[in-house]
């Protein structure tokens, strides 16, 4: 009995504000049970409820405890129950329900869980808080969410200001065995760290300028090449503005009525204000970084949901005017080393946000009409000149691209950013005084020792483009521009995944099609949490497009099939999207009937082409069980997504190199599916996915550089003494299901036509264009 009369004396304090029970709503139940079981612990009497004590004393106490937190409708339908547990019980069912309601609420919650994403304007506590608070009503039903996966869904979910900080998380933190508490408090650091980064840092020391401009403070009312900003809204004052500023894109503050009248003004100190658009010290929302890189063009990626914002204009290759304002607040160059040569010495900083050199001649690519400036952590600003690709060339003669590098005059440092080059698929990774740096597939770039005075910084050689018309008659650049530019590592290993491709061995290099026709940012994962195990067990679909041009046949979109097993793919064009359904309805027939397997699963997004009634229906008759992304994650069908970009980069490339007219890229998409189905892929090992599909070794003794000039003899009774014996034809490719080629008449551009193999077609690789 003396453990039943110990809780006695705070239960005679029920109105006390430390013991105040909870009152149970609709919905919060978990909450509410959370706090009943720490209350009725304090009291020493949980184990009433669990495990279960026949204590009468205990008993009353708990059923008191329960009728002061729950409402009256509650108490008259569990008022009559005899014992506190029997209460205790009726009330965690009413609220979690049977098996079946509580199926349903882990499914709602599952879907919230999955579709969440922090606001811009929100800040880690209240995002933490909603991620902990599903996670524990998840427990509550009976799923409990791995730490790991509450980790991975707040890093992947976070605002773009905090992609260099997830960046560098992932790379030296093993996420699988860190808590989510852990990472959480690690990005609160950052994050409070953040705040104050408009804050000016006094210089220090020598900078690596050659000539430092005024900053923001100092700045003169001069133009620049880019439109000025026109700016509307209203202050916190309550007042209305309105301008139009040409110093690019930092406006000075509004004019108060003294300065209107001609009396000086007193600077205000900014350090405490707070901007409710970025959440960041030092400034109104009127000059928010922010808000200014949304009206003009700015330096940040697309997103990846926007995919088709490039795929619209991918054969426009003439670039246009672009304005940019970098704000690199967290980067200060570093000092000058004396007696030290800094010419092709590049710092590797993971401060800078972008890559960025002074030196003209490093750039094997230069887009000179994007133009803007770039604030530093030391306050100064200077100009922006333009925007491009740098080639390295290793000790071993390998050529690595160095993209969307900005060319500063006034910088007399070259900048690696560590950051970025994570964007783009390297592995980074700082152990004992060395940083190593890895490509996409594991192998090392760079490693670079600390310096003295803690920077990493590495000499590197400037490499050159090849030129593909002067190389096309070495065996290893015609196969490379046969098989469609793809990488000489993928070339290396044709001969033995091919029919009548001989073994090259070459270091990989780039001409200059691969310079203009590649990306290489790797928007989306290349894990896959599902493999089929046969063909045609699950087809993957999407649409890229429109194109501008449309085809010859006015087509304008490019209808994407992927099957998973083996990775072989087919591409269909189409006039209009509507179009896929019907093609998906002949592309099953045929394929079924050749393979002899039904399509089991069809994995697509949700647009409206693959969500139509007509396409649903036809799926269900036919017994086909469909896959759909969730809205706006294209990485959740990345494999057809990867695809897609492959598919269109090659496709430049053929263009590119051959000058083949834009409106004949339906051509060239057809030529490269037919190439990527026969050369090496990630996913397979061994082996291509034409072998993976039909069994057996593709055969390329016939394959011809894309765009090449054909001559083909002319037969015809009709032939004068002095008329021509052959007609000039470009090679368009192999002709499916045929032995034939795909040749175009230079003379007539609506002429396109097929012609058999034959002694009398004579084949000029090395010839261009007219």
């Known amino acids: 009995m003396s453990g039943g009369a110990a809780p006695q004396p705070p239960v005679k304090e029920p109105t006390s504000l430390t013991f105040q029970f909870p009152i149970l709503t609709s919905t919060n139940y978990t909450i509410w049970r959370m706090r009943m079981e720490v209350l009725l612990g304090i009291h020493g009497v949980w184990d009433v409820i669990d495990p279960g004590s026949d204590?009468?004393?205990?008993?009353?106490?708990?059923?008191?405890?329960?009728?002061?937190?729950?409402?009256?409708?509650?108490?008259?339908?569990?008022?009559?129950?005899?014992?506190?547990?029997?209460?205790?019980?009726?009330?965690k069912t009413r609220?979690?329900?049977?098996?079946?309601?509580?199926?349903?609420?882990?499914?709602?919650?599952?879907?919230?869980?999955?579709?969440?994403?922090?606001?811009?304007?929100?800040?880690?506590?209240?995002?933490?808080?909603?991620?902990?608070?599903?996670?524990?009503?998840?427990?509550?039903?009976?799923?409990?969410?791995?730490?790991?996966?509450?980790?991975?869904?707040?890093?992947?979910?976070?605002?773009?200001?905090?992609?260099?900080?997830?960046?560098?998380?992932?790379?030296?933190?093993?996420?699988?065995?860190?808590?989510?508490?852990?990472?959480?408090?690690?990005?609160?650091?950052?994050?409070?760290?953040?705040?104050?980064?408009?804050?000016?840092?006094?210089?220090?020391?020598?900078?690596?300028?050659?000539?430092?401009?005024?900053?923001?403070?100092?700045?003169?009312?001069?133009?620049?090449?880019?439109?000025?900003?026109?700016?509307?809204?209203?202050?916190?004052?309550?007042?209305?503005?309105?301008?139009?500023?040409?110093?690019?894109?930092?406006?000075?503050?509004?004019?108060?009525?003294?300065?209107?009248?001609?009396?000086?003004?007193?600077?205000?100190?900014?350090?405490?204000?707070?901007?409710?658009?970025?959440?960041?010290?030092?400034?109104?929302?009127?000059?928010?970084?922010?808000?200014?890189?949304?009206?003009?063009?700015?330096?940040?990626?697309?997103?990846?949901?926007?995919?088709?914002?490039?795929?619209?204009?991918?054969?426009?290759?003439?670039?246009?005017?672009?304005?940019?304002?970098?704000?690199?607040?967290?980067?200060?160059?570093?000092?000058?080393?004396?007696?030290?040569?800094?010419?092709?010495?590049?710092?590797?900083?993971?401060?800078?946000?972008?890559?960025?050199?002074?030196?003209?001649?490093?750039?094997?690519?230069?887009?000179?009409?994007?133009?803007?400036?770039?604030r530093f952590g030391d306050g100064s600003c200077v100009a922006i000149k333009g925007k491009g690709s740098i080639l390295f060339e290793g000790k071993n003669g390998e050529q690595k691209l160095l993209k969307d590098v900005y060319y500063i005059p006034s910088l007399r440092s070259n900048v690696i950013s560590l950051g970025?080059?994570?964007?783009?698929?390297?592995?980074?990774?700082?152990?004992?005084?060395?940083?190593?740096?890895?490509?996409?597939?594991?192998?090392?770039?760079?490693?670079?020792?600390?310096?003295?005075?803690?920077?990493?910084?590495?000499?590197?050689?400037?490499?050159?483009?090849?030129?593909?018309?002067?190389?096309?008659?070495?065996?290893?650049?015609?196969?490379?521009?046969?098989?469609?530019?793809?990488?000489?590592?993928?070339?290396?290993?044709?001969?033995?995944?091919?029919?009548?491709?001989?073994?090259?061995?070459?270091?990989?290099?780039?001409?200059e099609s691969c310079m203009v026709g590649k990306q290489t940012k790797q928007s989306f994962s290349k894990r896959a949490e599902y493999r089929a195990t046969n063909i045609l067990e699950m087809v993957h679909g999407d649409i890229c497009g429109p194109v501008d041009p449309p085809t010859q046949a006015g087509n304008s979109y490019i209808l994407v099939l992927i099957d998973d097993y083996s990775r072989y793919m087919w591409s269909f064009l189409l006039k209009h999207k509507s179009d896929a359904s019907g093609v998906i309805k002949r592309f099953k027939r045929v394929i079924e009937k050749r393979t002899g397997k039904e399509i089991k699963t069809f994995h697509t997004d949700r647009g409206g082409e693959f969500t139509s009634h007509e396409l649903n229906r036809f799926c269900d008759e036919e017994g086909i069980s469909r896959m759909l992304t969730a809205p706006y994650a294209p990485q959740q069908n990345g494999i057809v997504e990867r695809r897609n970009r492959t598919l269109l980069e090659m496709t430049r490339c053929l263009m590119k190199a051959k000058g083949v007219p834009n409106y004949l890229w339906g051509e060239a998409v057809r030529h490269a599916t037919f190439i990527i189905n026969r050369t090496p892929t990630r996913a397979l090992v061994g082996v291509t996915p034409y072998e993976k599909f039909y069994g057996e070794k593709p055969n390329l003794e016939d394959l011809k550089v894309f765009g090449c000039i054909a001559y083909d003899r002319v037969v015809s009774k009709h032939l004068k003494k002095l008329d021509d014996r052959s007609k000039p034809l470009v090679y368009l490719g192999k002709e499916p299901n045929s032995g034939g080629f795909r040749l175009y008449l230079k003379k007539n551009e609506e002429n396109l036509k097929n012609s058999i193999f034959g002694a009398n077609l004579k084949i000029f690789e090395d010839i261009l264009l007219d």
Not at 182 to 206: M, S
């Open 55 to 91: 204590d009468a004393k205990k008993n009353n106490i708990v059923k008191g405890f329960l009728f002061q937190s729950i409402p009256e409708d509650v108490i008259l339908q569990i008022g009559n129950l005899k014992t506190a547990k029997e209460m205790w019980d009726a009330i």
């Open 95 to 374: 609220n979690l329900g049977a098996d079946r309601v509580k199926e349903a609420r882990l499914q709602t919650l599952t879907a919230e869980f999955e579709s969440m994403k922090m606001a811009e304007n929100g800040t880690l506590d209240e995002y933490a808080a909603k991620i902990s608070g599903i996670a524990s009503k998840s427990a509550t039903l009976g799923e409990v969410m791995a730490e790991e996966k509450l980790v991975k869904k707040f890093l992947t979910s976070l605002p773009r200001r905090f992609v260099h900080i997830v960046a560098a998380l992932e790379q030296v933190l093993d996420l699988k065995t860190i808590g989510f508490e852990d990472v959480v408090g690690r990005l609160k650091t950052y994050e409070e760290r953040i705040r104050g980064e408009d804050k000016v840092i006094e210089t220090q020391g020598n900078l690596l300028y050659s000539k430092t401009e005024p900053s923001n403070r100092n700045r003169d009312s001069s133009r620049g090449r880019g439109r000025g900003l026109n700016i509307r809204g209203r202050g916190r004052g309550g007042g209305r503005g309105r301008g139009n500023t040409q110093n690019h894109g930092y406006p000075e503050p509004p004019k108060n009525r003294e300065d209107q009248k001609g009396k000086p003004r007193e600077q205000r100190d900014l350090s405490n204000i707070r901007c409710y658009r970025c959440d960041k010290y030092g400034h109104f929302v009127s000059r928010c970084p922010d808000r200014i890189k949304n009206h003009e063009a700015n330096l940040n990626e697309t997103q990846e949901g926007d995919i088709n914002q490039e795929e619209e204009t991918f054969f426009m290759m003439n670039a246009v005017e672009e304005t940019v304002f970098l704000n690199e607040a967290k980067y200060i160059p570093p000092t000058v080393e004396p007696n030290t040569d800094e010419d092709g010495v590049w710092y590797l900083d993971n401060g800078a946000s972008n890559h960025m050199t002074g030196n003209y001649s490093y750039f094997s690519e230069l887009n000179e009409r994007i133009t803007g400036r770039v």
């Open 420 to 511: 970025q080059t994570t964007i783009f698929g390297c592995d980074i990774r700082m152990r004992g005084d060395f940083l190593t740096m890895r490509d996409g597939d594991g192998r090392l770039l760079m490693k670079v020792p600390r310096s003295e005075n803690r920077l990493y910084k590495i000499q590197l050689k400037i490499g050159k483009p090849h030129c593909l018309q002067v190389k096309i008659n070495e065996a290893a650049w015609l196969w490379h521009a046969r098989l469609g530019h793809i990488n000489f590592g993928a070339i290396n290993l044709m001969h033995k995944l091919a029919k009548g491709v001989p073994a090259i061995q070459h270091q990989d290099q780039l001409c």
